[in-house]
C-alpha cells in the first residue's frame, strides 16, 4: 500500500503536470492571438483602404446601437440624405413611394428617412410606420419647417427645451438635420411613452405638448390612423394618397 507521504508526491506531480499543460496551451494560444492580431494590423497597414473601410463599419455599427453617441455622434457630412428605391427591401420601398406622392416630396429623401425609421425602430422598438407616422402629421416631410411655438424639423421637436439632446449631435442647429432631427424626436417620444406607463396614445398626447395637453385637437387620432396607412400599404394595399 502507498504511505500518505507517496501519495501526496504522487498528487503533485499531477497537479504539477496539469498546470505545466495548461501553461503550455495558454501560452499557445495567445501567442497565435498575438500572430494573428499582427497579422491583422501589417495587412491594415500595408491596404490603407481595407482600414477605412473598417473603421467606417466599426463606426457605423456603433452609430446604428446608440453606443456611445456623445462621444461619437452622427458626421452628418459623411451620410447620404437620399437614396434610390431601389436599395430598399420591397415594402419598405412601397412605404417610401406612397409617402412620396401623397407629400409631394422627392422619393430618393424619403427612402433614406423610410431606411432611418426602420434603423431607429429596432433600438427605440417603437414602429417603424408610427415613427413616419407622426413625421407625416407634424411636418409632412418637410424638414426645415418651424411651428409659431418654435418646434422644428421633421418631427417638430422643441429645440429650445430638448436643446441637451443636440448637444451630441453638434448643436442647435443640428435640428435641421432630418435624421438628427429623428433620432431626438424618436428619444423625445420613447421618454413620453415611458413617462405615461408605455401607452402609446398617451406618449403620442405628451409628445404634442406635454401634461398641458387637455384636448389634442384629434393628433392622437391623426398619427394612428395614418400609421394603419402606412402598415396597410407595406402589406400591398392599394391605399389611395387622398
Not at 416630396?105 to 423610410?114: I, S, T
Request: charged share 20%.
Amino acid at each position: 500500500m502507498s504511505t500518505p507521504q507517496s501519495m501526496r508526491q504522487i498528487l503533485r506531480m499531477i497537479l504539477s503536470d496539469a498546470a505545466r499543460g495548461l501553461f503550455l496551451v495558454t501560452h499557445s494560444s495567445l501567442a497565435m492571438v498575438g500572430v494573428t492580431a499582427a497579422a491583422c494590423v501589417l495587412a491594415l497597414w500595408l491596404q490603407p483602404q481595407w482600414l477605412k473601410a473598417t473603421e467606417n463599419w466599426v463606426l457605423g455599427w456603433l452609430r446604428e446601437q446608440q453606443v456611445l453617441v456623445s462621444w461619437l455622434p452622427e458626421n452628418r457630412l459623411d451620410r447620404a440624405t437620399a437614396i434610390d428605391l431601389g436599395e430598399l427591401p420591397p415594402k419598405q420601398a412601397a412605404v417610401a413611394e406612397w409617402l412620396a406622392r401623397k407629400y409631394r416630396v422627392a422619393p430618393e429623401p424619403v427612402a433614406a428617412l423610410v431606411l432611418e425609421a426602420h434603423a431607429l425602430s429596432r433600438s427605440s422598438k417603437l414602429p417603424a410606420n408610427l415613427i413616419l407616422a407622426v413625421m407625416a402629421v407634424e411636418s409632412s416631410f418637410h424638414p426645415y419647417i418651424q411651428s409659431h411655438a418654435g418646434a422644428q424639423g421633421l418631427m417638430q421637436v422643441m429645440t429650445g427645451i430638448h436643446a441637451k439632446r443636440y448637444e451630441a449631435y453638434g448643436g442647435n442647429m443640428a435640428a435641421f438635420d432630418p435624421r438628427t432631427n429623428m433620432r431626438v424626436g424618436v428619444a423625445v417620444l420613447v421618454d413620453g411613452i415611458k413617462l405615461k406607463g408605455g401607452s402609446i396614445e398617451e406618449g403620442l398626447r405628451f409628445y404634442l405638448g406635454g401634461d398641458a395637453v387637455s384636448d389634442d385637437g384629434g393628433y392622437v387620432a391623426k398619427v394612428l390612423a395614418e400609421q394603419a396607412r402606412l402598415d396597410q400599404v407595406a402589406a400591398g394595399v392599394k391605399v389611395p394618397v387622398q
